[in-house]
């Protein structure tokens, strides 16, 4: 019995020609006919997809069954069904021919079992390129001619206009229908008046902090940014375009088509280009001899001296601007955010430590900064504190690695049950099934009827509807069996980082960069203004407050006494009991469970502190010994009498103790 996968591909619905339904059926019939009788069809269905990629969500699963050497023959009802792309096409034949899997279009009537074959599929796939390519050039030119004539071509609406629908005649006397921009008055006096307060502050981050000191916000309730401001400043739509203005674009290499009429302003086309850049098409910008203006039919608002006066002041800022070096290699940045307004915190350059001639550094509320405190009063944190703090809680994180791991396979797995979504993704496909049964029945019924083909392809379109719903359902539980996959696949490169935790105080700062990143999710800075503050750490895949490291400003001091020196007696003598410990329901502080346990010096420090004990206090109560307790807290050895007494005042096993 041959193995047959039939895959179809159509841009969208129309139920005539070469719909989906229609290829799937010529393709049986042709292997049916002309291959064999005894066939095992399997249908992969792509609607609504381009031919120019292979990034659609069925041709993937096709090529993963080839893969998986599911298949005997592939069937297409025309080559560019499958790619009109020669490189991807190409890639794809080299998948089929290295798992003995035939390829066959029947329009064409090419099967790769044969040489002959083989060449005929890559020369038509040529031509399938060179079709799409040629197409896609002529609707550029007629793009680029539409817009040297100054018609708006469509896109983002700039702010200070609305978009709105005209008729007009062609020149074949045909009454047609396009976009065009008409002011709007309220947001054009925004407009003009970012022209002339640019000019009054002399610089885009001066008018920037003004946008936010006085919470000047687009039409979509956002603060406007220096990128959005840099685009309307610099943009030729809003002047009345003259001589002056149209030179001004000629000597910054802009090639301009129209007469200007005081009236009219430019606008700009041909800037950027699509590229594919490592599998991803992204922007790109093009050679200046390539971009292009046109007067337009758009009616301009600002005066040409108002908007000239502007360009030369960004030129005169361009030629200013210092460049400076990077002097702090930020560990938090991008995961440090403000706790009061939630957004990122940026290192800002402090003085020079009288104590240790060092420049320090802090973070600072992006919000705060721009605003200056108007929108956020979120006092600075200090970066040598807080990143230290961070480390420490991730060394702690490495001693209690196991749980942490168990607790997020754990997690994982609740999310998503495998036997539920096995069984509801059976249902679905069960129902997809019958669906397209009954598409497959009206199909063959609109073939022998035409009076009702009407009522037959509404039919039809309602149940394809269904099916494309349907299809959307599976493919979401299919991405979250992927997802969940992933998950547990991202827990050994966790448990690969957390054993680098254990160390993480030796690693160098990128080394430790890495690791953050990947372990954190969010750490937010709540300050007091007083120069301390509460941070709170949200490590990933948890999402239980619980789990969440919380530190007060007094807990902080703590830890912080702890991770920059080994004299436990020292830290004592120097902060006293009520400086230390704030009031705790139970007497114990959970914060202190944080703390590091790696050795019997660590072991008996943190037993103390979880149970809030000074060093007197703890000696009395066990019955060790004061001197001792203190040189058991820098590393000598305890002997077993004290280890006794101590375990059976808190109760607790021997074995504890090295």
């Known amino acids: 019995m041959k193995r047959v996968a039939v895959y179809s591909r159509k841009s969208k619905f129309t139920g005539k020609g070469d719909s989906i339904e229609n290829q799937i059926e010529m393709c049986k019939e042709y292997i049916t006919n002309n291959i064999s009788k005894d066939v095992e069809f399997t249908i992969y269905e792509d609607e609504g997809f381009s031919g120019g990629n292979l990034d659609r969500p069925k041709f993937k699963k096709l090529i993963a069954a080839i893969k998986n050497k599911k298949f005997d023959i592939l069937v297409c009802y025309r080559l560019d069904r499958i790619s009109r792309n020669v490189a991807d096409f190409s890639s794809t034949l080299e998948v089929l021919q290295s798992n003995n899997c035939s390829f066959v279009s029947i329009k064409e009537q090419f099967d790769t079992s044969s040489p002959m074959g083989r060449a005929m599929i890559y020369i038509a796939s040529v031509f399938a390129q060179l079709e799409r390519e040629t197409i896609a050039e002529r609707v550029k030119d007629n793009m680029i001619e539409i817009a040297k004539n100054g018609k708006w071509t469509g896109g983002k609406i700039p702010v200070g206009f609305n978009s709105e629908k005209i008729e007009y005649v062609d020149e074949n006397g045909l009454t047609r229908v396009a976009p065009n921009l008409v002011i709007n008055n309220k947001e054009m006096e925004l407009v003009k008046f970012l022209y002339e307060k640019y000019l009054e502050l002399g610089s885009l981050h001066k008018l920037e902090v003004y946008i936010h000191e006085n919470n000047i916000r687009s039409r979509n309730d956002i603060l406007y940014e220096k990128s959005s401001l840099k685009t309307i400043l610099q943009n030729p739509i809003y002047v009345k375009a003259n001589n002056a203005v149209i030179n001004y674009l000629k000597n910054s290499k802009w090639n301009v088509y129209g007469d200007p009429d005081n009236i009219h302003s430019l606008l700009t086309y041909n800037k950027t280009e699509q590229i594919k850049k490592d599998g991803k ?7 200046l001899s390539e971009r292009f203006a046109a007067v337009s039919s758009i009616k301009g608002y600002i005066e040409p001296d108002l908007w000239l006066a502007v360009q030369r002041q ?27 307004c939630k957004e990122y915190m940026l290192v800002s350059h402090g003085r020079i430590s009288k104590v240790t001639g060092q420049k320090l550094f802090y973070y600072t509320c992006s919000l705060k900064r721009k605003s200056h405190k ?3 009063n979120n006092g600075n944190a200090k970066a040598g504190d807080i ?10 994180l490495s001693l209690n690695k196991k749980k942490f791991i168990l607790n ?4 994982y797995k609740s999310n998503a049950s495998d036997e539920n979504m096995d069984l ?15 598409i497959n029945n009206l199909v063959t019924k609109l073939s022998l009827c035409d009076s009702i083909d009407d009522i037959l392809l509404h039919r039809i379109k309602l149940l394809k509807d269904e099916c494309i719903a349907i299809e959307k359902n599976i493919n979401n539980l299919e991405s979250k069996a992927l997802n969940l996959k992933n998950s547990l696949l991202n827990l050994d490169l966790i448990d690969e980082l957390l054993d680098k935790c254990a160390i993480i105080d030796t690693l160098d700062r990128s080394q430790q960069k890495l690791i953050i990143d990947n372990l954190i999710d969010t750490i937010y800075w709540y300050s007091d203004n007083t120069g301390k503050g509460n941070i709170e750490i949200k490590f990933v895949g948890i999402e239980d407050e619980q789990k969440e490291f919380k530190f007060t400003s007094e807990e902080m001091k703590q830890l912080m006494l702890h991770f920059y020196s080994d004299s436990t007696c020292y830290e004592n003598k ?5 400086e230390v410990f704030k009031p705790i329901e139970n007497s114990q502080s959970n914060i202190y469970i944080m703390l590091p346990e790696s050795n019997n010096k660590e072991k008996i420090y943190k037993l103390r502190m979880i149970n809030g004990l000074t060093q007197k206090q703890f000696a009395l109560r066990t019955g060790i010994g004061y001197s001792s307790l203190c040189k058991y807290e820098i590393g000598y050895a305890i002997s077993k009498k004290n280890i006794s007494k101590i375990c059976s005042y808190f109760n607790i096993s021997e074995n504890y103790f090295d």
């Open 424 to 438: 509801e993704k059976l249902s679905l496909l069960k129902s997809l099934k019958e669906k397209k049964s009954q």
């Open 387 to 396: 990143e230290n703090l961070v480390l420490l809680s991730l060394k702690q």
């Open 374 to 376: 108007k929108l956020c």
């Open 574 to 578: 120097k902060a006293t009991f009520s």
């Open 314 to 340: 960004f030129e005169k800022n361009k030629n200013t601007f210092p460049r400076l070096g990077k002097t702090h290699n930020a560990l938090l940045v991008g995961k440090l955010r403000c706790g009061k």
């Open 281 to 287: 098409y992204t922007k790109s910008k093009k050679d």
């Open 408 to 411: 997020l396979r754990n997690r």
